[in-house]
């Protein structure tokens, strides 16, 4: 009788351990599925570094994540110069997992920052430098929702990003700087349709727009992208 207990518990202890073994090596795949080069566009909001994740639907680059960032003294004034040559800057990162970016383990990353974009004929202007990650200001998935909600991000207590809310496609990813009028408390604003004024194919911004929470102005548009998401 103690016997078949032994056996049991033998058996039954081998199978949880192989279960376990199963458990975290898919633990494991999953973790590393989003590893990968996760291109940026890179900009730059009263002398701070900002960067966004160049995003794609229906695969592990399907989130939304915008980071600020620095770089050495020497890089910064040299990426600030280049601002004022091109509407355009992007980064190409060396390899690195997404959901570790997200998570914020991901501390510093190596990168080549392009004028335009890095896919499409860009170049290179900044080799090999140190990017160091400092905030996650935004970091959500890609949803089917309706399009036209904007993400309200604060950056300052006089400015702040709108961030498009990708979402069923044919979509369009948009990021555009505004000034807070008056200073108000700002909070995340989850329904901004009345700001597409046009289809989605040409998304035109009204200049100013109004609610009991907040009131700002758009100063400029600083990426906008659509034919990743016809």
């Known amino acids: 009788m103690y016997k078949l207990i032994a056996l049991f518990l033998l058996t039954y202890s081998i199978i949880l351990s192989a279960n376990q073994h199963v458990s975290q090596s ?6 590393k599925s989003a590893w990968g080069t996760h291109g940026m566009t890179v900009f730059m909001v009263q002398d701070k570094v900002y960067a966004s994740h160049m995003p794609l639907a229906n695969s592990m680059h399907a989130h939304q994540v915008i980071i600020s960032i620095s770089l050495s003294s020497e ?29 914020g383990t991901l501390t510093h990353f190596a990168a080549n920052i392009y004028a335009n974009h890095f896919e499409r004929g860009g170049s290179i202007k900044l080799k090999d430098i140190t990017i160091n990650i400092e905030d996650i200001l935004l970091s959500q998935p890609l949803t089917h929702d309706q399009n036209g909600d904007y993400y309200l991000l604060p950056v300052s207590n006089s400015t702040g990003l709108l961030v498009h809310k ?3 496609q044919p979509s369009f990813d948009q990021i555009l700087s505004i000034d807070f009028v008056k200073n108000k408390n ?19 911004i009204i200049d100013t727009y109004k609610n009991r929470e907040t009131r700002f102005v758009i100063t400029r548009q ?5 034919a990743d998401f016809r």
């Open 166 to 168: 990708i979402a069923k």
């Open 222 to 226: 600083i990426y906008l992208e659509q």
């Open 26 to 31: 898919h633990k494991l795949h999953q973790e």
């Open 75 to 103: 890089n910064t004034e040299n990426l600030k110069a280049l601002t004022k040559q091109y509407d355009l800057l992007t980064l190409e990162p060396e390899p690195f997992d997404l959901s570790q970016l997200m998570k």
């Open 186 to 204: 700002v909070n995340f604003m989850p329904n901004m349709h009345s700001m597409v004024k046009t289809s989605l194919e040409t998304p035109l």
